[in-house]
């Protein structure tokens, strides 16, 4: 890998798998964009949050990744997973969908992300994790949010979500 490449780490939701129809599809939307490797992590192995964790800080240090040329994007638990991953150490970007933030059961319910570049986007009718808490963790850190009229899955909005996520790598300097 040269200096130059770009890391695009997705992870994927407690219930979903790396080739789920989301990750796939943000996937081949970053594999678009010269110099980036898109890698899908898989955490089907535990539902554990901080083994999921684990698993992400392993498949970055594998690629040698860069946290300064690295975009973390997840849905559900694995948008916890990519904001609680840059809130240990500052990346280029995080893009969370639906993010299972502000919720009791994970021991680090808000992480403070830290990257250069975030936007979160959230269904109004999730009925896994509630739009406030996420819509007050975004307030309280000053956070872009993008609120859409679905549900958890994001599942009516694929084709947004990708233009969304497009739009976001190109903010990033991709």
């Known amino acids: ?9 997705l992870s994927h939701g407690l219930e979903s798998g790396p080739e789920s129809t989301k990750i796939q599809a943000m996937k ?7 110099g980036v490797t898109a ?19 392993h498949a970055m240090e594998k690629a040698g990744a860069d946290p300064g040329r690295t ?22 970007g995080c893009f969370l969908l639906a993010p299972a933030l502000a919720l009791p059961r994970y021991t680090q319910s808000s992480p403070a992300i830290q990257a250069e570049h975030v936007q979160i986007i959230h269904g109004w009718d999730d009925d ?16 872009p949010m993008l ?5 958890h899955r994001l599942e009516n909005s694929l084709e947004r979500v990708v233009s969304e996520f ?9």
């Open 1 to 9: 890998m040269t200096a130059t490449t770009t890391h695009v780490f």
């Open 28 to 34: 081949e939307a970053a594999e678009s964009f010269p």
């Open 39 to 57: 890698v899908a992590v898989d955490h089907r192995s535990s539902k554990d949050p901080a083994t999921r964790l684990e698993q992400m800080r």
């Open 71 to 92: 975009i973390l994007a997840g849905s559900s638990m694995g948008g916890w997973v990519c904001a609680q991953t840059s809130a240990e150490q500052p990346a280029l």
């Open 128 to 143: 896994v994790v509630p739009a406030m808490p996420v819509i007050a963790l975004a307030e309280q850190q000053r956070l």
């Open 147 to 151: 609120m859409l009229a679905d549900g």
């Open 166 to 174: 497009r739009q976001f790598l190109v903010r990033a300097g991709l």
